[in-house]
C-alpha cells in the first residue's frame, strides 16, 4: 500500500531491483509508461518528450520554458498513474516530481562506476573508454538537469529514505531491503497522504495546463482549493473559467500575484 | 364675515417666515421652530405658557417615551424577531423589503398611534438599511407615509378620525370602525406603489458614506461577503470519531475553506472563536462561515448534518452580538511580519480571521501562515464584546465601526412585558397616552432593560424641538381666529359648486391646515364649517366630514408631522425631499381619497 520510486544511474542496477521489488510486493512496475502517458495526454511526440526530460536544459529552453512545460505534462502524467498506490516507480525524478507524499518511499541505487562501466562494455558490446565517456556524459546530464529543474544534487543522499550501493550487497539484497521498508507503518498509504496525492494529481494537471497555455504559474492544491501564484497576467482569470473537463475535483481557486508561492507548490 | 385682524395679519406673517425658512433652509428646522417658539410670546400672539406648552403636550411626551420604548425593545433583539419573519417574506430586494415593511407598519398604526408604530420600527429598518446596504434614505419616507396613511384604514387609526364621530351633528348617522377602510386601504397601496415605481426618481440617492451604509468595506470589487459566506449550524453523529483520525477546526478551513466561528462542548458550554487546534468531537453542534457549495461539500464528506438554520446558536450568532469586520494592519503595528498564527487571534481575543485582503487580492486559504503587512486588511468575526477590545489596543485599524451598542437579549421578556403593560393601558385603562408610554419607558429603565443614559442618547432633539415649537404656531393660529377666518373665506368663496369640486376644495383645505396647525385643531375647527357648506350645496355632510378626517393626514408636503418628524433626522431628510416626494403624495392623495369616497359611498 505505497508508492516505491527507485532513482538510479545508468546501469547501476536499478532497473533489475524495481523490476524485483515489483514482483515481489506485487506492485506495478512503472517507467516508460508515464511517457507514453504524457505524450498521449498533450499531444506532443515522444521522441521530443524523452529528449525534453534527459538532457539538461539549452539557453533557449530556459528562456522559452519549454523544458518546464515538458517536465509539467510528464509531472501530470506520472502523478496520475501513481495515485492508485502499489506502484514501482523507476524512471526520472520520482523522488523530485513526487515531493510531499508521506507514502512514497524513495530509494536511490548506486554502484561503482567501474561495475556500471563493465555492465555496459558487456550489454553494448562497446570498448571501456566508449563505454565510461557514455556513462560519464549521462550523469552529467543528469545532474545538471535536476540542479536547473529543482536545485538539488541527485547525488545528494539527503534526498532519499534508503541509498543502496550494490557491490557488496547484491539485487537480492536490495530487494528485501526495500520490501521490508515498504511494509513500514510510515509508509503506508492513509486518507490523509492519498488525499495529499490526489492534490498533487490535481496540481500538476492544472499546472501543465496553465503551462500549455502558456501561463509561468505555481500550483498548489489543498483537498481541491488551488492557490494559483502567478505573475500579473489578466488572461489567467479567464483560462481558469475554462478548465477542460476532464479535470476535476477542483472546489476553490484563489491567485495570487504578489507573494512567493509556498514551499509545497509545484 | 369677521374682519381681518392686525393679529391674523401678524400669525399669518409667522407661517410665511416658517414655510420660507423650511423651503431655503437657511437655519436648521428645528432652530426654525425654536424660533417660532421664542418669537410668537414676543409678538403677543401666544402667552409664553401657551409658547412653551409643546414641551409638555401630550404628543411630545409620548414621542420622547416611545422612543425610549423602542430603543429598549431594540436592545433586547426583539424588534429583530419581529422584522425577521417579515423580511423572510421580503427577501433581498429594496422593493419587496418596502412593500412587506409599509404593509405591516399600516396595518399596526390603523390601531395605534401612527407616531408609536413609526418609533418601534425605527431601530428595525437602520438595521435592515446596515444589513442589506441599501440607503437609509431610501427606506424611511416610503415607510414612514405608509405609517401615516395607515392611520385612515380604522376610525381609531388617527386622532382626527377618533374625534369625527363626536364633532358630526347628531342627527347624522356616526361612522363605524371599518367604515374608513376602502378608503385608507385605496391610500395606503397607492403610497406604496407609487414609491415602489417613483422611489428611485423622487428620493435622494442616500449617502455613499462608507461608516454609515457599509458594513464592510474590501480594496477589491469583490464583495467579502460573498468570499467568507454566510453561518450554517451543523450537528457531528454520535459516531463522528469513531474510526478516524480527529479532525480539527483548522483541518475544515484548509479542506473546506469554512471557518468555525462558535462550537458547543458537551454538555452545556459554547466556545467562540475556538483555535485551529481545537478537536471537533462527536454530537456536538457548530456554527461555520462558508459558501453554501463549501459547506454542503463539508457535511457530506466530513458526514455532518447541516440544519435549515441556526438552532443552538442563533441568539449568538445574530447582528445584535457579533458581526464579521475587517480591520487594517496599522502602521507601527506589533502584528506586522508576524503571521496570524503567532498573533493568536483566536485564543487572546476570541476572534476568528476568515480571510485576508492584501493589494486586491483575496487570501481564504493559509491565512495563518501568511506573514502579515501593514495594509493588509483582516476579515474577522467576533462577538462585539471581543472586536471592541481589539480594536482598543490600537495594532489593527477598523474599517467597520464596532462601537456597537452591546445588546441584552436577555431582557427581552422585560423588554415585552413593559410594552405590553403599556399598550393595555392606552387600549384597556384608556389613560393618557404619554402617560401610559412614560410608563413603558420608565419600566424599561428600572429593570435595567437600558439605563437611563442610554434613554437619553436615545432621544432625537431634533424631532422634539421641531413638533414643541410648531404647537404654539398652530395655537396662535387658532387662538387668534386666523384659521377660522381663513376657512371661512375660502369656503364662502367657492359659492354653490358641484359635490365634488367642494369636497376636493374641502381636501385642499385640510391639508394645508394639518400642515401648519394641528391635525385635532384642524379637524375640530373644519368639521362643523364643511357640515354646514355641503348640506347647502347638497352634497352628503357626512362624506365632508370624513374628507376633513383623512385629509388630516394628507401631512407630506412638510416634515411637520410627528412621524416625518421623526424620520427625518435618522433618514437625512432636507425640507426640499418632503417637497418633492410629499407633494406627489400629497395630489395623489387627494385623488385617491376623493376618487374612493365617491366609488364607495358617492356624495
Redesign the interface.
Given at each position: 500500500m505505497s508508492i516505491i520510486t527507485i532513482s538510479r544511474g545508468s546501469y547501476s542496477m536499478g532497473k533489475e531491483v524495481a523490476e524485483k521489488v515489483a514482483e515481489k510486493l506485487g506492485y506495478k512496475c512503472l517507467s516508460r509508461e508515464v511517457i507514453l502517458d504524457a505524450s498521449d495526454l498533450y499531444q506532443i511526440p515522444e521522441i521530443k518528450l524523452i529528449k525534453a526530460i534527459h538532457d539538461s536544459p539549452t539557453i533557449l529552453d530556459r528562456i522559452g520554458g519549454s523544458k518546464k512545460a515538458y517536465v509539467a505534462y510528464y509531472q501530470s502524467a506520472l502523478a496520475d498513474r501513481v495515485k492508485e498506490d502499489n506502484v514501482v516507480y523507476h524512471g526520472l525524478a520520482g523522488h523530485l516530481l513526487l515531493k510531499g507524499i508521506p507514502h512514497v518511499l524513495k530509494v536511490r541505487i548506486i554502484a561503482d562506476l567501474e561495475d556500471r562501466v563493465s555492465i555496459k562494455m558487456k550489454r553494448e558490446n562497446e570498448n571501456r573508454q566508449e563505454a565510461l565517456d557514455i556513462i560519464k556524459k549521462d550523469d552529467e546530464e543528469r545532474r545538471k538537469w535536476t540542479h536547473n529543474l529543482f536545485g538539488v544534487d541527485p547525488w545528494s543522499s539527503l534526498l532519499y529514505d534508503l541509498v543502496i550501493h550494490i557491490n557488496k550487497f547484491t539485487v537480492d539484497d536490495a530487494v528485501n531491503f526495500i520490501c521490508q521498508a515498504a511494509n513500514l507503518e510510515q509508509f503506508k498509504a492513509?486518507?490523509?497522504s492519498r488525499k495529499k496525492m490526489n492534490d498533487l494529481a490535481l496540481a500538476s494537471r492544472v499546472k501543465a495546463y496553465l503551462i500549455e497555455k502558456r501561463f509561468d504559474v505555481s500550483v498548489l492544491s489543498?483537498?481541491g482549493?488551488l492557490?494559483i501564484y502567478a505573475k500579473g497576467d489578466d488572461r489567467l482569470d479567464e483560462a481558469l473559467k475554462n478548465l477542460p473537463g476532464d479535470i476535476d475535483g477542483v472546489?476553490?481557486i484563489?491567485?495570487?500575484?504578489?507573494?512567493s508561492p509556498?514551499e509545497r507548490a509545484i | 364675515m369677521d374682519n381681518l385682524t392686525p393679529e391674523m395679519i401678524l400669525v399669518i406673517s409667522m407661517i410665511a417666515v416658517a414655510v420660507f425658512l423650511f423651503i431655503t433652509e437657511w437655519i436648521r428646522l428645528d432652530v426654525v421652530a425654536i424660533l417660532m417658539m421664542v418669537t410668537l410670546p414676543l409678538l403677543h400672539l401666544v402667552t409664553p405658557a401657551e409658547a412653551i406648552s409643546g414641551l409638555s403636550s401630550n404628543a411630545v411626551v409620548s414621542i420622547i417615551a416611545v422612543i425610549i420604548i423602542g430603543a429598549g425593545l431594540d436592545k433586547t433583539g426583539l424588534i429583530n424577531k419581529l422584522v425577521k419573519p417579515i423580511l423572510k417574506i421580503a427577501g433581498k430586494s429594496q422593493s419587496n423589503i418596502i412593500i412587506a415593511i409599509s404593509l405591516a407598519i399600516a396595518v399596526i398604526s390603523s390601531f395605534m398611534q401612527n407616531i408609536g408604530a413609526a418609533a418601534l420600527f425605527l431601530p428595525a429598518i437602520q438595521r435592515i438599511s446596515k444589513s442589506f446596504k441599501i440607503p437609509i434614505s431610501r427606506l424611511l419616507m416610503p415607510i414612514g407615509f405608509s405609517a401615516i396613511l395607515g392611520g385612515t384604514i380604522t376610525l381609531v387609526g388617527s386622532s382626527p378620525l377618533i374625534l369625527l364621530n363626536d364633532l358630526i351633528p347628531s342627527n347624522l348617522e356616526p361612522f363605524s370602525l371599518f367604515d374608513v377602510t376602502p378608503i385608507g386601504l385605496s391610500l395606503v397601496v397607492c403610497g406604496i406603489i407609487y414609491f415602489i415605481v417613483f422611489g428611485r426618481f423622487v428620493l435622494p440617492q442616500g449617502s455613499k458614506n462608507i461608516q454609515d451604509d457599509l458594513e464592510i468595506v474590501s480594496p477589491s470589487n469583490d464583495n467579502p461577503v460573498d468570499e467568507i459566506g454566510t453561518p450554517y449550524e451543523l450537528r457531528t453523529p454520535d459516531n463522528f470519531t469513531d474510526y478516524r483520525e480527529p479532525v480539527r477546526v483548522d483541518d475544515l478551513r484548509k479542506n473546506y475553506l469554512v471557518n468555525v466561528v462558535a462550537l458547543t462542548e458537551p454538555p452545556d458550554t459554547k466556545i467562540k472563536s475556538p483555535s485551529g487546534d481545537t478537536v471537533i468531537r462527536a454530537k456536538v453542534d457548530l456554527v461555520v462561515f462558508g459558501k453554501k457549495k463549501d459547506v454542503e461539500r463539508m457535511a457530506q464528506m466530513e458526514d455532518m448534518v447541516l440544519k435549515d438554520k441556526l438552532e443552538t446558536f442563533v441568539n449568538d450568532i445574530d447582528s445584535q452580538t457579533s458581526g464579521t469586520v475587517e480591520a487594517v494592519v496599522a502602521p507601527r503595528s506589533s502584528f506586522a511580519g508576524k503571521n496570524i498564527n503567532s498573533v493568536n487571534l483566536q485564543e487572546k481575543y476570541s476572534v476568528t480571521p476568515m480571510a485576508i485582503y492584501r493589494h486586491g487580492e483575496i487570501y481564504r486559504s493559509h491565512i495563518d501562515e501568511l506573514p502579515l503587512q501593514v495594509g493588509d486588511a483582516i476579515l474577522m468575526h467576533g462577538t462585539w464584546r471581543r472586536l471592541k477590545m481589539l480594536n482598543t489596543e490600537g495594532d489593527l485599524l477598523f474599517t467597520t465601526p464596532v462601537d456597537v451598542e452591546l445588546m441584552r437579549p436577555e431582557k427581552a421578556a422585560l423588554a415585552g412585558i413593559w410594552l405590553a403593560v403599556s399598550l393595555t393601558m392606552i387600549l384597556v385603562f384608556k389613560i393618557q397616552l404619554s402617560i401610559c408610554l412614560l410608563t413603558g419607558a420608565v419600566g424599561m429603565v428600572i429593570t435595567r432593560v437600558l439605563n437611563i443614559d442610554e434613554a437619553y442618547e436615545s432621544v432625537d432633539w431634533r424631532t422634539v424641538f421641531l413638533l414643541a415649537g410648531l404647537i404654539p404656531l398652530g395655537a396662535a393660529t387658532e387662538k387668534t381666529g386666523t384659521a377660522a377666518w381663513i376657512a371661512k373665506t375660502v369656503l364662502s368663496a367657492t359659492g354653490q359648486v358641484e359635490p365634488i369640486v367642494l369636497m376636493s376644495i374641502i381636501a385642499v383645505l385640510s391639508t394645508v391646515f394639518t400642515l401648519v396647525i394641528s391635525n385635532v385643531g384642524a379637524t375640530v375647527l373644519l368639521v362643523p364649517l364643511v357640515v354646514n357648506m355641503a348640506s347647502e350645496v347638497g352634497a352628503d355632510p357626512r362624506m365632508a366630514a370624513l374628507i376633513v378626517g383623512i385629509a388630516t393626514s394628507n401631512s407630506f408636503l412638510l416634515p411637520t408631522h410627528q412621524v416625518n418628524a421623526l424620520y427625518m433626522g435618522p433618514g437625512r431628510y432636507r425640507s426640499v425631499d418632503f417637497m418633492k416626494a410629499g407633494g406627489i403624495m400629497s395630489i395623489l392623495f387627494i385623488f385617491v381619497m376623493i376618487g374612493s369616497i365617491y366609488v364607495f359611498y358617492g356624495f
Amino acid at each position: 500500500m505505497s508508492i516505491i520510486t527507485i532513482s538510479r544511474g545508468s546501469y547501476s542496477m536499478g532497473k533489475e531491483v524495481a523490476e524485483k521489488v515489483a514482483e515481489k510486493l506485487g506492485y506495478k512496475c512503472l517507467s516508460r509508461e508515464v511517457i507514453l502517458d504524457a505524450s498521449d495526454l498533450y499531444q506532443i511526440p515522444e521522441i521530443k518528450l524523452i529528449k525534453a526530460i534527459h538532457d539538461s536544459p539549452t539557453i533557449l529552453d530556459r528562456i522559452g520554458g519549454s523544458k518546464k512545460a515538458y517536465v509539467a505534462y510528464y509531472q501530470s502524467a506520472l502523478a496520475d498513474r501513481v495515485k492508485e498506490d502499489n506502484v514501482v516507480y523507476h524512471g526520472l525524478a520520482g523522488h523530485l516530481l513526487l515531493k510531499g507524499i508521506p507514502h512514497v518511499l524513495k530509494v536511490r541505487i548506486i554502484a561503482d562506476l567501474e561495475d556500471r562501466v563493465s555492465i555496459k562494455m558487456k550489454r553494448e558490446n562497446e570498448n571501456r573508454q566508449e563505454a565510461l565517456d557514455i556513462i560519464k556524459k549521462d550523469d552529467e546530464e543528469r545532474r545538471k538537469w535536476t540542479h536547473n529543474l529543482f536545485g538539488v544534487d541527485p547525488w545528494s543522499s539527503l534526498l532519499y529514505d534508503l541509498v543502496i550501493h550494490i557491490n557488496k550487497f547484491t539485487v537480492d539484497d536490495a530487494v528485501n531491503f526495500i520490501c521490508q521498508a515498504a511494509n513500514l507503518e510510515q509508509f503506508k498509504a492513509t486518507n490523509e497522504s492519498r488525499k495529499k496525492m490526489n492534490d498533487l494529481a490535481l496540481a500538476s494537471r492544472v499546472k501543465a495546463y496553465l503551462i500549455e497555455k502558456r501561463f509561468d504559474v505555481s500550483v498548489l492544491s489543498e483537498s481541491g482549493n488551488l492557490i494559483i501564484y502567478a505573475k500579473g497576467d489578466d488572461r489567467l482569470d479567464e483560462a481558469l473559467k475554462n478548465l477542460p473537463g476532464d479535470i476535476d475535483g477542483v472546489n476553490n481557486i484563489e491567485i495570487h500575484q504578489n507573494i512567493s508561492p509556498h514551499e509545497r507548490a509545484i | 364675515m369677521d374682519n381681518l385682524t392686525p393679529e391674523m395679519i401678524l400669525v399669518i406673517s409667522m407661517i410665511a417666515v416658517a414655510v420660507f425658512l423650511f423651503i431655503t433652509e437657511w437655519i436648521r428646522l428645528d432652530v426654525v421652530a425654536i424660533l417660532m417658539m421664542v418669537t410668537l410670546p414676543l409678538l403677543h400672539l401666544v402667552t409664553p405658557a401657551e409658547a412653551i406648552s409643546g414641551l409638555s403636550s401630550n404628543a411630545v411626551v409620548s414621542i420622547i417615551a416611545v422612543i425610549i420604548i423602542g430603543a429598549g425593545l431594540d436592545k433586547t433583539g426583539l424588534i429583530n424577531k419581529l422584522v425577521k419573519p417579515i423580511l423572510k417574506i421580503a427577501g433581498k430586494s429594496q422593493s419587496n423589503i418596502i412593500i412587506a415593511i409599509s404593509l405591516a407598519i399600516a396595518v399596526i398604526s390603523s390601531f395605534m398611534q401612527n407616531i408609536g408604530a413609526a418609533a418601534l420600527f425605527l431601530p428595525a429598518i437602520q438595521r435592515i438599511s446596515k444589513s442589506f446596504k441599501i440607503p437609509i434614505s431610501r427606506l424611511l419616507m416610503p415607510i414612514g407615509f405608509s405609517a401615516i396613511l395607515g392611520g385612515t384604514i380604522t376610525l381609531v387609526g388617527s386622532s382626527p378620525l377618533i374625534l369625527l364621530n363626536d364633532l358630526i351633528p347628531s342627527n347624522l348617522e356616526p361612522f363605524s370602525l371599518f367604515d374608513v377602510t376602502p378608503i385608507g386601504l385605496s391610500l395606503v397601496v397607492c403610497g406604496i406603489i407609487y414609491f415602489i415605481v417613483f422611489g428611485r426618481f423622487v428620493l435622494p440617492q442616500g449617502s455613499k458614506n462608507i461608516q454609515d451604509d457599509l458594513e464592510i468595506v474590501s480594496p477589491s470589487n469583490d464583495n467579502p461577503v460573498d468570499e467568507i459566506g454566510t453561518p450554517y449550524e451543523l450537528r457531528t453523529p454520535d459516531n463522528f470519531t469513531d474510526y478516524r483520525e480527529p479532525v480539527r477546526v483548522d483541518d475544515l478551513r484548509k479542506n473546506y475553506l469554512v471557518n468555525v466561528v462558535a462550537l458547543t462542548e458537551p454538555p452545556d458550554t459554547k466556545i467562540k472563536s475556538p483555535s485551529g487546534d481545537t478537536v471537533i468531537r462527536a454530537k456536538v453542534d457548530l456554527v461555520v462561515f462558508g459558501k453554501k457549495k463549501d459547506v454542503e461539500r463539508m457535511a457530506q464528506m466530513e458526514d455532518m448534518v447541516l440544519k435549515d438554520k441556526l438552532e443552538t446558536f442563533v441568539n449568538d450568532i445574530d447582528s445584535q452580538t457579533s458581526g464579521t469586520v475587517e480591520a487594517v494592519v496599522a502602521p507601527r503595528s506589533s502584528f506586522a511580519g508576524k503571521n496570524i498564527n503567532s498573533v493568536n487571534l483566536q485564543e487572546k481575543y476570541s476572534v476568528t480571521p476568515m480571510a485576508i485582503y492584501r493589494h486586491g487580492e483575496i487570501y481564504r486559504s493559509h491565512i495563518d501562515e501568511l506573514p502579515l503587512q501593514v495594509g493588509d486588511a483582516i476579515l474577522m468575526h467576533g462577538t462585539w464584546r471581543r472586536l471592541k477590545m481589539l480594536n482598543t489596543e490600537g495594532d489593527l485599524l477598523f474599517t467597520t465601526p464596532v462601537d456597537v451598542e452591546l445588546m441584552r437579549p436577555e431582557k427581552a421578556a422585560l423588554a415585552g412585558i413593559w410594552l405590553a403593560v403599556s399598550l393595555t393601558m392606552i387600549l384597556v385603562f384608556k389613560i393618557q397616552l404619554s402617560i401610559c408610554l412614560l410608563t413603558g419607558a420608565v419600566g424599561m429603565v428600572i429593570t435595567r432593560v437600558l439605563n437611563i443614559d442610554e434613554a437619553y442618547e436615545s432621544v432625537d432633539w431634533r424631532t422634539v424641538f421641531l413638533l414643541a415649537g410648531l404647537i404654539p404656531l398652530g395655537a396662535a393660529t387658532e387662538k387668534t381666529g386666523t384659521a377660522a377666518w381663513i376657512a371661512k373665506t375660502v369656503l364662502s368663496a367657492t359659492g354653490q359648486v358641484e359635490p365634488i369640486v367642494l369636497m376636493s376644495i374641502i381636501a385642499v383645505l385640510s391639508t394645508v391646515f394639518t400642515l401648519v396647525i394641528s391635525n385635532v385643531g384642524a379637524t375640530v375647527l373644519l368639521v362643523p364649517l364643511v357640515v354646514n357648506m355641503a348640506s347647502e350645496v347638497g352634497a352628503d355632510p357626512r362624506m365632508a366630514a370624513l374628507i376633513v378626517g383623512i385629509a388630516t393626514s394628507n401631512s407630506f408636503l412638510l416634515p411637520t408631522h410627528q412621524v416625518n418628524a421623526l424620520y427625518m433626522g435618522p433618514g437625512r431628510y432636507r425640507s426640499v425631499d418632503f417637497m418633492k416626494a410629499g407633494g406627489i403624495m400629497s395630489i395623489l392623495f387627494i385623488f385617491v381619497m376623493i376618487g374612493s369616497i365617491y366609488v364607495f359611498y358617492g356624495f
